[in-house]
C-alpha cells in the first residue's frame, strides 16, 4: 500500500516555543491530506483539511492560527503548532488520499507525539 | 454527520481466541476503512472495505452496506494484535472521515 511518513516521530519543546511536523506522501501524490489530533485512550479528532495550493479548511473549534497548515506540493504538509503550551501535548497524525484514487481511501503517518513543558 | 458507533469498548482476550469487533454507522457511505493503533500509536491499514467480505491471514472483515454495520473478525488471537481498532468511514454526503471511538482490545498470553 502507499506510504505516509511524518517527522519528527517525538518532539519535546518549552512552552512559548513553536513546532513544525511535516506529512509526506512518499510514494503517491495527495491533492487532501489531513491533520488529528488525539489525546490519550480517546478516538481521532479531525482538526483540518489540506488541500494542496490552497488555505486548509479547519474543523469547528480549532484556532487556524495556532495550528498553521501548508501543503505547498503534492507531497508535503505541514502543521506548524504556534506559540506552544502544555495543553497542545498530544499525538497527531496527518493521512493522505492518493489523487487517482476515486475511493477516497486513507493511508496514514506513523504520528507525532509533541510534548509542551 | 454521519455517526459511526463501535462495540464493544472494550474487550479482553485469552491468547488463541476468537472475537468480532462491530462498527455502526447511520447513513450511506462510499469508504470504510479498519485501522488498527498498536501501543506506540502507529495507525495500520487493516482492510478497505465499503462492502462486500474480505481475508487476511486471522484477520477478516465484512460490511453490510445496506444494513450499515461491518464486522472485523480476529481468529486465533495473539499479544500481538492488542490495541485499539477504528472503524473509519466517508459518507452521508460528506468526503470527511468520521472516526468511532474504538475498541480496546487486550490479549493476554
Known amino acids: 500500500g502507499a506510504v505516509v511518513s511524518q517527522h519528527p516521530s517525538r518532539v519535546i519543546c518549552k512552552s512559548g516555543t513553536s513546532v513544525k511536523i511535516e506529512c509526506r506522501s512518499l510514494?503517491?501524490?495527495?491533492?487532501?491530506m489531513f491533520w488529528y489530533r488525539q489525546f490519550p485512550k480517546q478516538s481521532l479528532m479531525l482538526m483540518a483539511t489540506?488541500?494542496?495550493?490552497?488555505?486548509?479548511?479547519?474543523e469547528q473549534g480549532v484556532e487556524k492560527d495556532k495550528f498553521l497548515i501548508n501543503h505547498a506540493s503534492l507531497t508535503l504538509s505541514t502543521l506548524t503548532v504556534t506559540s506552544a503550551h502544555p495543553e497542545d501535548s498530544s499525538f497527531y497524525i496527518c493521512?493522505?488520499?492518493?489523487?487517482?484514487?476515486?475511493?477516497?481511501?486513507?493511508?496514514f503517518g506513523p504520528g507525532t507525539r509533541l510534548t509542551v513543558l | 454527520g454521519i455517526q459511526v458507533e463501535q462495540s464493544p469498548p472494550d474487550l479482553i482476550l485469552q491468547e488463541g481466541a476468537n472475537s468480532t469487533l462491530r462498527c455502526n454507522f447511520s447513513?450511506?457511505?462510499?469508504?470504510l476503512q479498519w485501522f488498527h493503533q498498536n501501543p506506540w500509536g502507529q495507525l495500520i491499514n487493516l482492510f478497505y472495505?465499503?462492502?462486500g467480505t474480505k481475508q487476511n491471514g486471522r484477520l477478516s472483515a465484512t460490511t453490510v452496506a445496506t444494513e450499515r454495520y461491518s464486522l472485523l473478525y480476529i481468529s486465533s488471537s495473539q499479544t500481538t494484535d492488542s490495541g485499539v481498532y477504528f472503524c473509519?468511514?466517508?459518507?452521508?454526503?460528506?468526503?470527511?472521515?468520521?472516526f468511532g471511538r474504538g475498541t480496546s482490545l487486550i490479549v493476554h498470553p
Open positions: 489540506s488541500n494542496e495550493g490552497s488555505k486548509a479548511t479547519y
Open positions: 447513513d450511506s457511505v462510499n469508504n
Open positions: 472495505i465499503p462492502s
Open positions: 510514494d503517491f501524490q495527495a491533492t487532501t
Open positions: 473509519a468511514v466517508v459518507g452521508g454526503g460528506s468526503y470527511i472521515p468520521t
Open positions: 493521512s493522505a488520499r492518493d489523487h487517482r484514487d476515486s475511493d477516497n481511501e486513507q493511508f
